[in-house]
């Protein structure tokens, strides 16, 4: 993402600061961070809660696999 911002950049640059480039830039730029950041926000959604007894297993399990491993 950096490099197609420092080459999008670089050619507004080149061509001239005028005020539209700026301003299309930062749309573009808005545009592609918002679509990446709805992807980030799937990838990192919080799975379903598990059910008491379930997060009590898993409990009892990390711990016995602690106590094995001790040796």
Do not use: Y
């Not at 961070?33 to 007894?53: D, Y």
């Amino acid at each position: 993402m950096a490099l197609e911002d420092a080459k999008a950049l670089r050619e507004v640059i080149a061509r001239g600061f005028t005020e539209d480039d700026k301003n299309e830039f930062q749309r573009t730029r808005l545009r592609e961070a918002r679509k990446l950041g709805e992807a980030a926000e799937k990838r990192n959604a919080k799975q379903p809660s598990a059910s008491k007894l379930g997060l009590v297993a898993e409990g009892v399990l990390m711990k016995a696999v602690k106590i094995l491993t001790r040796r």
